[in-house]
């Protein structure tokens, strides 16, 4: 349900939006949250672009005492800008992964209520469990990052085939079902 993008086990297009769920308040929240994160990013640029020039402004010039302060103080307020907002990207993210869990559980509650496909079940639901502990250490900023970008394309490779997984699991319930009305 979730899927890795630029940023890590984040959903990232309304596409994937679109296909995680279908109840429209979900939706509206996923929308408004990718949104934000839109937003957010674009401030995060903007301050890192201002943090740059303050910093080259100060690199290998003779500046009076007075520049020299102001500088140092308007990167500060930079820099404390670029963790608020680093820190509500990761609110954001933890929200999103919420929700996709919570979609999951969801989805599980339904497949195992489709009858005898119910038997795929332990194995949709130790397959979730191996993606979100991946997905968790993906987007664990203290690992290494190669290891986290391995991490997150194999969240990315497995999501497919939970998804692939519950529909089997769904057809086979449907099918079971109409073979015992049929009898």
Same mark, same amino acid.
């Given at each position: 349900m979730q899927r890795s993008g630029g940023d890590f086990c984040c959903l990232t297009t309304q596409d994937e939006v679109n296909e995680m769920v279908t109840d429209p308040d979900i939706q509206r929240e996923q929308h408004a949250i990718l949104d934000e994160n839109r937003r957010l990013?674009?401030?995060?640029k903007q301050c890192e672009l201002k943090l740059f020039q303050l910093s080259s402004e100060v690199r290998g010039k003779r500046v009076s =005492? +007075?520049? *020299?302060?102001?500088?140092? !103080?308007?990167?500060?307020k930079t820099? =404390? +800008?670029? *963790?608020?907002?680093?820190? !509500?990207?990761?609110?954001?993210k933890v929200r999103l992964r919420e929700i996709a869990r919570n979609h999951d559980s969801e989805k599980m509650v339904f497949l195992s209520s489709a009858g005898p496909g119910g038997v795929i079940?332990?194995?949709?639901?130790?397959?979730?469990?191996?993606?979100?502990?991946?997905q968790s250490f993906a987007a664990d900023n203290t690992r290494v990052s190669s290891m986290r970008m391995m991490a997150a394309e194999f969240v990315s490779k497995m999501t497919?085939?939970?998804?692939?997984?519950?529909?089997?699991?769904?057809?086979?319930?449907?099918?079971s079902k109409g073979d015992r009305h049929d009898a």
């Open positions: 990013s674009l401030s995060k =005492q +007075s520049r *020299y302060q102001y500088i140092c !103080q308007e990167q500060q820099k =404390q +800008s670029i *963790y608020e907002i680093e820190e !509500q990207l990761a609110k954001n079940r332990p194995i949709i639901e130790e397959l979730v469990a191996v993606r979100d502990w991946y497919p085939i939970i998804d692939k997984f519950g529909a089997i699991d769904f057809a086979i319930g449907r099918r």
